[in-house]
C-alpha cells in the first residue's frame, strides 16, 4: 500500500470518528438549554456507564449452551468486579478499587485459577 | 492553583484510565504491526483518530484491503454512540472556547465518563476537561508508540490488566447512582442493556443499548411534560 492511500485510509477513519463526536455540537448548538436536553445530560450519563459495565462484563454468560459455562475469563471477571463493589463501597476510594479489582482479576487470569 | 498542580489532579482523575489505555494502546501498535501497518502510520491513527475499538476495527479493514466508502461507513456506525454523549453535554462544553474542539475530538468512552462524573461545582472547569482529555490521549498514544517499538518481544505479563476499564466503569457507575439517588437511568440501563445482550450482534450492542436508553428518557420525558401551554393556558 502506498504512503498516500494509507494516508487517505487514516484520514477517512479521522474524519468519520470525529463527524460522530462533533455532529451534536454543529448540529443542536442553540438546543443547549432546552429542557429534553437537560434532561438527557442528567439521566444519560448514569444510564450510558451502567451500559458501558453490561457490556464490559458481556462474556459472563452462564447459561450459554444450557450448561454451566463462563469462559476462561467469566468467572474471574465477575469476583474482581465484586471485589470492585466491595472496595468501593467499604473505602469510597477510587483508586483502591480500581487497583485492588484490577490486581484480583490479573492474579486469577494469570494463574489459570476459575472455580 | 498552580499550573503544575492543576496536570497534577487532571494526572489523578486520569490514572485508571492509564492502566487501561497504556496496554490497550500496545496491543493495538503490536497488532497494527503484525499485520503490515507501518509504526508512523500507527502511531498516526492513535494521534488522528483516537478511537479504541475504531483503531482494531480500521487496521482489521486494513488487512482485508476494504474500500474507503466501506471504511467510512463502518466506523460511522462503530462510534454512532459518540452522538449521544454530545447530546448529554451541549451544556457543559458550552463557552469552552478555544479548548473545545480538542474536548469534542477527545470524547472517547473513558473521556466521557470520567467528565460526567466529576462532581457539580467542577462540572463548567473547562480547563480540566481539556487536561484530562490531553492527558487520556497521551496514555494512548504512549501505548501505541511502546506497542509498535518494541511489540511482541515485551518480557511483562500484564495479561488481564485492561480489566482496569471495566473496574472504573463500575466505580464511575457506583458514584453516579450515590449522587443521584434515583433508580430510573439504572433500570433503564439493566432493560436496554440486557435486551441488547439477548438480541443484538456483539459489534452493534453498545450502540443498540445506548440509543435505546435515549429513546426511552425521550418518551419518559414527554410523557412527564404536560402538553404545550397554549391549551392549559386559563
Same mark, same amino acid.
Given at each position: 500500500m502506498s504512503h498516500?492511500?494509507?494516508?487517505?485510509?487514516?484520514?477517512?477513519?479521522?474524519?468519520?470518528?470525529?463527524?460522530?463526536? *462533533?455532529i451534536p455540537f454543529v448540529a443542536l448548538a442553540r438546543q443547549a438549554e432546552h429542557p429534553l436536553i437537560?434532561?438527557? @445530560?442528567?439521566?444519560?450519563?448514569?444510564? *450510558? $456507564?451502567?451500559?458501558?459495565v453490561i457490556h464490559a462484563l458481556r462474556d459472563f454468560r452462564?447459561?450459554?449452551? @444450557?450448561?454451566?459455562?463462563? @469462559?476462561?475469563?467469566?468467572?474471574? $471477571?465477575?469476583?474482581?468486579?465484586?471485589? *470492585?463493589?466491595?472496595?468501593?463501597?467499604?473505602?469510597?476510594?477510587?483508586?483502591?478499587?480500581?487497583?485492588?479489582?484490577?490486581?484480583?482479576y490479573m492474579t486469577m487470569v494469570q494463574l489459570g485459577w476459575s472455580p | 492553583m498552580s499550573?503544575?498542580?492543576?496536570? +497534577?489532579?487532571?494526572?489523578?482523575l486520569t490514572m485508571p484510565v492509564m492502566f487501561g489505555y497504556l496496554p490497550l494502546g500496545a496491543a493495538f501498535g503490536i497488532l497494527a504491526i503484525e499485520v503490515?501497518? %507501518?509504526?508512523?502510520?500507527?502511531?498516526?491513527? &492513535?494521534?488522528?483518530?483516537?478511537?479504541?475499538?475504531?483503531?482494531? !476495527?480500521?487496521?482489521?479493514? !486494513?488487512?482485508?484491503?476494504a474500500g474507503l466508502v466501506e471504511v467510512a461507513v463502518a466506523t460511522l456506525m462503530l462510534n454512532s454512540r459518540h452522538l449521544f454523549y454530545g447530546?448529554?453535554?451541549?451544556? +457543559?462544553?458550552?463557552?469552552?472556547?478555544?479548548?473545545? %474542539?480538542?474536548?469534542?475530538?477527545s470524547l472517547t468512552d473513558e473521556t466521557y465518563s470520567l467528565l460526567t462524573a466529576l462532581p457539580p461545582e467542577r462540572a463548567r472547569d473547562h480547563a480540566l476537561a481539556f487536561r484530562i482529555g =490531553? =492527558?487520556?490521549?497521551?496514555?494512548?498514544?504512549?501505548? &501505541? =508508540?511502546v506497542g509498535a517499538l518494541i511489540g511482541s518481544t515485551l518480557e511483562f505479563d500484564s495479561r488481564g490488566?485492561?480489566?482496569? =476499564?471495566?473496574?472504573?466503569?463500575?466505580? !464511575?457507575?457506583?458514584?453516579?447512582? +450515590?449522587?443521584?439517588?434515583q433508580a430510573l437511568p439504572f433500570v433503564i440501563a439493566l432493560a436496554t442493556g440486557g435486551g441488547a445482550l439477548l438480541l443484538l450482534p456483539d459489534r452493534h450492542l453498545l450502540m443498540g443499548a445506548i440509543g435505546a436508553a435515549s429513546l426511552v428518557l425521550l418518551a419518559q420525558y414527554r410523557l412527564q411534560t404536560p402538553d404545550q401551554p397554549k391549551e392549559s393556558r386559563p
Open positions: 498516500a492511500s494509507l494516508l487517505l485510509f487514516i484520514a477517512t477513519c479521522a474524519l468519520a470518528t470525529f463527524a460522530t463526536r *462533533v437537560l434532561h438527557l @445530560g442528567r439521566y444519560l450519563p448514569p444510564a *450510558v $456507564m451502567m451500559i458501558l452462564p447459561l450459554a449452551e @444450557g450448561q454451566l459455562n463462563a @469462559g476462561a475469563t467469566g468467572w474471574p $471477571m465477575i469476583l474482581a468486579s465484586l471485589t *470492585v463493589v466491595g472496595l468501593h463501597l467499604w473505602q469510597r476510594n477510587a483508586l483502591l478499587s480500581i487497583i485492588g479489582g484490577t490486581a484480583a | 499550573s503544575l498542580n492543576a496536570w +497534577r489532579a487532571a494526572g489523578t503490515g501497518v %507501518p509504526g508512523w502510520a500507527a502511531l498516526l491513527m &492513535s494521534l488522528a483518530i483516537y478511537a479504541g475499538a475504531g483503531q482494531f !476495527l480500521a487496521v482489521a479493514l !486494513l488487512a482485508a484491503g447530546l448529554s453535554l451541549l451544556k +457543559r462544553f458550552k463557552g469552552a472556547g478555544w479548548r473545545k %474542539p480538542y474536548m469534542i475530538f =490531553l =492527558l487520556n490521549q497521551t496514555w494512548w498514544v504512549l501505548g &501505541s =508508540l490488566i485492561e480489566f482496569a =476499564l471495566t473496574a472504573l466503569f463500575i466505580v !464511575l457507575t457506583l458514584e453516579q447512582a +450515590r449522587r443521584l439517588r
